[in-house]
């Protein structure tokens, strides 16, 4: 018999293990699948989205509230009582009854309480939606933040190849007797900041990538890599500034959840006026009187329990909830003066950024590299000075630097005015 145990149990022993290495297995290839092809900015937005634990809270409450409102449309339960009155030990006698009490509510306040619940629970669904806007916002800034240092990197590894190749060229001229050692000298400087370029731009590539790894919910110096660049954006028609507007007005989670709690708290001002308005207690007894040994008598009774609103007619509370209806009425115009505001200063940024890119993409770029180019070339048969050629290199290296911050700025304006908007342009 302990023979038998001891196999089975080896069995299972042997069954966990290829279970857990399978999904080890599963989950290393996964995790090297990411790795290898990187994150693209759709992954990023999946994965910030589950990961985020206001989102997840925001859920549960959500769920809370629509059990809030199921209890809020629930009829009172009954009360049960059994009474025994009159008793004598000596003759046994005594009157043994049930009593039940239903309350039966004024007219409207079950459906009226019910509707508050339901615009708390409809307030929480678009706490959820405006929540989720600031969170792909901030995964979005993570990401080009990430993209703008990786084309700043790729920028400056190739200003320092460049820095190189220039103080190789000088010091091969000079033992040509072709220059002097200020040239040497110039090369190095350049040389130098180049790689002080380099390091800043590593270390910051490093801090956006650990700030993406925190949104994600994961540790800061995790193994994180990106898919795309700075320089691919898709091509939009001109956006209409007052269709925005409208669109924001009409569909922004702020303004609704506003609009909401107004609603709620009209449904509240009711609720406060029938909360004045006396319930009804219904009331069946039924038993027996017992006389004796032998005589007993039945006992019925039917009651009806009204409180009258003499001194209390909820006066004060009336008041209360009008005034903070007033006062939400009041906060939707501020709301909705704000989230406008809030998408005319993201469409400016946005335009202007558009219009810098544009700026850059038609002809900036590649006269700026034919330029450099060229007086390089010059330099090279001794027709000008090596100041021209390092003036040359810094031109199109802050040109460069300029057209990437500037694509920069254009992704963050379409993501403030998509946040601004509450939803993505079309």
């Given at each position: 018999?302990?023979?038998?145990?001891?196999?089975?149990?080896?069995?299972?022993?042997?069954?966990?293990?290829?279970?857990?290495?399978?999904?080890?297995?599963?989950v290393l290839l996964t995790i090297n699948t990411l790795c290898a092809n990187g994150l693209t900015l759709d992954g990023v937005l999946k994965i910030g989205m589950?990961?985020?634990?206001?989102?997840?809270?925001?859920?549960?409450?959500?769920?809370?509230?629509?059990?809030?409102?199921?209890?809020?449309?629930?009829v009172p339960n009954p009360d049960a009582k059994i009474r025994v009155e009159d008793y004598s030990p000596d003759t046994g006698a005594a009157k043994k009854a049930l009593e039940l009490v239903q309350r039966l509510e004024y007219a409207g306040k079950r459906s009226t309480r019910k509707s508050v619940a339901s615009e708390n629970a409809e307030i929480l669904k678009l706490t959820l939606e405006s929540t989720k806007l600031d969170i792909i916002y901030k995964l979005k800034k993570a990401f080009y933040d990430i993209l703008l240092a990786s084309e700043k990197l790729s920028l400056y590894r190739e200003n320092q190849a460049v820095a190189r190749g220039l103080l190789e060229l000088v010091n091969h001229r000079l033992k040509q007797g072709l220059g002097g050692e200020f040239e040497v000298a110039k090369?190095?400087?350049e040389?130098?900041?180049?790689?002080?370029?380099?390091?800043?731009?590593?270390?910051?590539?490093?801090?956006?990538?650990?700030?993406?790894?925190?949104?994600?919910?994961?540790?800061?110096?995790?193994?994180?890599d990106i898919e795309g660049r700075i320089t691919t954006y898709p091509p939009?028609?001109?956006?209409?500034?007052?269709?925005?507007?409208?669109?924001a007005i009409n569909s922004h989670p702020a303004i609704l959840i506003q609009t909401h709690r107004i609603k709620g708290l009209d449904?509240?001002?009711?609720?406060?006026?029938?909360?004045?308005?006396?319930?009804?207690?219904?009331?069946?007894?039924?038993?027996?009187?017992?006389i004796g040994n032998s005589r007993n008598s039945p006992i019925a009774e039917f009651s009806i329990s009204v409180p009258l609103p003499i001194w209390d007619r909820?006066?004060?509370?009336?008041?209360?909830?009008?005034?903070?209806?007033?006062?939400?009425?009041?906060?939707?115009?501020?709301?909705?003066?704000?989230?406008?505001?809030?998408?005319?200063?993201?469409?400016?940024?946005?335009?202007i950024a558009q219009q810098a890119v544009r700026l850059f993409q038609e002809g900036i770029l590649t006269k700026t590299a034919k330029t450099r180019d060229i007086i390089r070339q010059s330099f090279e048969k001794g027709l000008l000075g090596f100041l021209d050629v390092v003036d040359a290199q810094r031109t199109y290296l802050d040109v460069l630097q300029n057209y990437y911050q500037s694509l920069y700025d254009l992704h963050i304006a379409e993501a403030q005015l998509e946040k601004a908007v509450g939803g993505i342009l079309q």
């Open positions: 018999m302990k023979t038998v145990q001891k196999s089975i149990f080896q069995w299972y022993c042997k069954l966990f293990f290829f279970w857990f290495g399978t999904h080890l297995f599963l589950q990961a985020d634990p206001e989102i997840s809270s925001l859920e549960e409450r959500i769920e809370g509230a629509r059990g809030a409102v199921i209890q809020a449309g629930t090369a190095n400087v040389l130098f900041k180049s790689e002080k370029l380099l390091k800043e731009s590593e270390a910051q590539l490093t801090l956006a990538k650990s700030q993406l790894n925190v949104l994600l919910n994961n540790p800061p110096d995790n193994r994180i939009r028609k001109n956006l209409s500034r007052e269709e925005l507007i409208r669109k449904q509240s001002v009711l609720l406060t006026r029938l909360s004045a308005k006396p319930d009804v207690d219904v009331g069946l007894t039924g038993g027996v009187e017992e909820k006066r004060g509370a009336i008041a209360q909830a009008e005034g903070e209806k007033r006062g939400a009425e009041e906060a939707l115009k501020q709301v909705q003066r704000n989230i406008t505001q809030e998408m005319l200063d993201a469409f400016n940024k946005y335009i």
